[in-house]
């Protein structure tokens, strides 16, 4: 009985519990199967909003690794403790216009106020950064009070995709990497919004102190791993930027 109970703790210690921003989600999903291939290490993936992540760290949540939507939720974990590693930036998302019709490109000023679009999903700013670029588009091509009426706010990207796919919401702000996963190819139509019209995307990871307690080891060697050229291929496959 104790030579399987120490067997169990040992396979218990082995499962690297990953947060990971829902805007990451798919590339994450691929890195996963392919980390675990490699080392025998089990991943588990927790999706939501960055922020709705944040909050979750801050009440004790047992996660070993954040990977945020930005670097401002994981810069915070570090300064208020939560953290083994200063925040470290994995990739640069893109942001995309995405709808179930057909999008014609163009001027992308008078497509959102077309009529054909009568709502417009956008992730809660306020919980998650593709959120806040979204906002910031509307900004920049000064149509954010004409538009805000229609506005459709999902607590996270997932949500917004649902929101979309449903039909709930004729068009919505979303990342590129979601429209660029096998799960979403050939649904719907999408434009890459221009780069200048919103701040880099720049995304962070921290190793959290949770995982000091629990398997720092195995989730060291996965933080690590992020940063290898496997990983940086499949980021750069769902259309991430990596430097």
Do not use: H
Not at 85 to 90: G, L, Q, S
Not at 144 to 172: D, F, H, L
């Amino acid at each position: 009985m104790l030579l399987l109970a120490l067997t169990c703790k040992g396979i218990a210690q082995k499962t690297v519990t990953v947060a990971v921003a829902a805007n990451a989600q798919f590339a994450m999903k691929e890195i996963e199967k392919n980390f675990e291939k490699e080392t025998g290490i089990n991943l588990e993936l927790i999706i939501n909003s960055s922020g709705k992540i944040t909050a979750q760290v801050k009440e004790g949540a047992p996660f070993d690794i954040f990977l945020s939507a930005d670097m401002q939720f994981p810069e915070a974990l570090f300064k208020e403790g939560f953290t083994i590693t200063n925040p470290e930036i994995y990739a640069y998302g893109s942001l995309v216009l995405w709808s179930m019709s057909k999008l014609e490109k163009g001027n992308i000023k008078a497509l959102l106020l077309s009529d054909k679009f009568d709502k417009v999903a956008i992730a809660n700013p306020k919980l998650a950064p593709y959120g806040e670029a979204a906002i910031e588009v509307l900004n920049y091509y000064k149509i954010y009070k004409t538009i805000e009426p229609r506005i459709v706010n999902g607590e996270s990207i997932s949500q917004v995709n649902q929101y979309v796919i449903s039909g709930a919401a004729a068009i919505g702000f979303t990342a590129k990497s979601v429209v660029l996963s096998p799960e979403m190819t050939n649904k719907g139509t999408w434009i890459e919004l221009d780069a200048t019209s919103y701040s880099p995307i720049a995304q962070g990871v921290v190793l959290l102190k949770k995982s000091a307690e629990q398997n720092f080891k195995e989730a060291e060697q996965f933080y690590k791993y992020l940063f290898s050229e496997k990983a940086k291929s499949v980021f750069k496959k769902y259309g991430y930027s990596v430097k």
